[in-house]
C-alpha cells in the first residue's frame, strides 16, 4: 500500500478539465512537506511535472497545475488532449518513514 | 544536458546479488544527492535510499536495511546501488534519480530520472 492515496483512476473527454488527487497525512503532506508530480509514460522513465506544490520546469505546458491544502494535494490537467493519457504520480517526504513517499498512481484516460 | 545512463538489463537467481551503475554527465556530480527507487511490474514507486555524492554518505530505507548498498566513483561521476539476498519480489526496474538542487531540503524532487533497469529475479 502507498503511503499517499491517489485515485486509481480518472477520465475526460478532450478539452476538458480533470483533477487527480493526492492524499497524505500529518507526516508528509500534512507537516507541510513539498508534493511534486511526474508523468510517465508506457516503458518510460517518470518526468517531473510538478515541483515544489505549484511550479511549473520549463518546457512544461501551462494546461498542467498543482495545489496542496491541508493533508492532500492536487494536480490539474485543462485543455485534455490525447497525449495526456498515460499514468500520473504524486511524491513527498515523511518524516515518520525518513524518506521520500510516493502515490499509487493515477491512470488518466482521455474519453 | 544532465544524462542519467544506467546499466543494462539483469537476470539473478534467488539468494544473488545484482549491482546497477548510473553513470551521470551534464553537470557537477558531487552538488547533489542521488536517489534509488523502483517499481515492480504494475506497481507504484517505491523509495531505496539516497547517498550523498559529495561524502558517500547514504540512508536507506527501512524496508531495505541490511540488503541494499549505495556507493559511488567520483572519478567517473558513477553511482552503483547493490543489493544482495534478491528474491522473486524483487523483480522490478530500478531507477536512479537526482535529488533536487538545495541539499538542504529533505522534500525535493527527483529531476531527472536515469532510463531505468530491468532486474529479473527467478530460478
Known amino acids: 500500500q502507498s503511503v499517499l492515496t491517489q485515485p486509481p483512476s480518472v477520465s475526460g473527454a478532450p478539452g476538458q478539465r480533470v483533477t487527480i488527487s493526492c492524499t497524505g497525512s500529518s507526516s508528509n503532506i500534512g507537516a507541510g512537506y513539498d508534493v511534486h508530480w511526474y508523468q510517465q509514460l508506457p516503458g518510460a522513465a517518470p518526468k517531473l511535472l510538478i515541483f515544489g506544490n505549484s511550479n511549473r520546469p520549463s518546457g512544461v505546458p501551462d494546461r498542467f497545475s498543482g495545489s496542496r491544502s491541508g493533508t492532500s494535494a492536487s494536480l490539474a490537467i485543462s485543455g485534455l488532449q490525447a497525449e495526456d493519457e498515460t499514468d500520473y504520480y504524486c511524491q513527498s517526504y515523511d518524516s515518520s518513514l525518513s524518506g521520500a513517499v510516493f502515490g499509487g498512481g493515477t491512470k488518466l484516460t482521455v474519453l | 544536458q544532465v544524462q542519467l545512463v544506467q546499466s543494462g538489463a539483469e537476470v539473478k537467481k534467488p539468494g544473488a546479488s545484482v549491482k546497477v551503475s548510473c553513470r551521470t554527465s551534464?553537470?557537477?556530480?558531487?552538488?547533489?544527492?542521488m536517489h534509488w527507487v523502483r517499481q515492480a511490474p504494475g506497481q507504484g514507486h517505491d523509495w531505496m535510499g539516497i547517498i550523498n555524492l559529495s561524502d558517500g554518505t547514504t540512508s536507506y530505507a527501512q524496508k531495505f536495511q541490511g540488503r541494499v548498498t549505495m556507493t559511488r566513483d567520483t572519478s567517473t561521476s558513477t553511482v552503483y546501488m547493490e543489493l544482495s539476498s534478491l528474491r522473486s519480489e524483487d523483480t522490478a526496474i530500478y531507477y536512479c534519480?537526482?535529488?533536487?538542487?538545495?541539499?538542504?531540503?529533505?522534500?525535493?524532487?527527483?529531476?531527472?530520472w536515469g532510463q531505468g533497469t530491468l532486474v529479473t529475479v527467478s530460478s
Open positions: 534519480a537526482r535529488d533536487g538542487p538545495d541539499t538542504v531540503k529533505s522534500d525535493n524532487w527527483f529531476d531527472p
Open positions: 551534464g553537470y557537477i556530480f558531487t552538488s547533489h544527492f
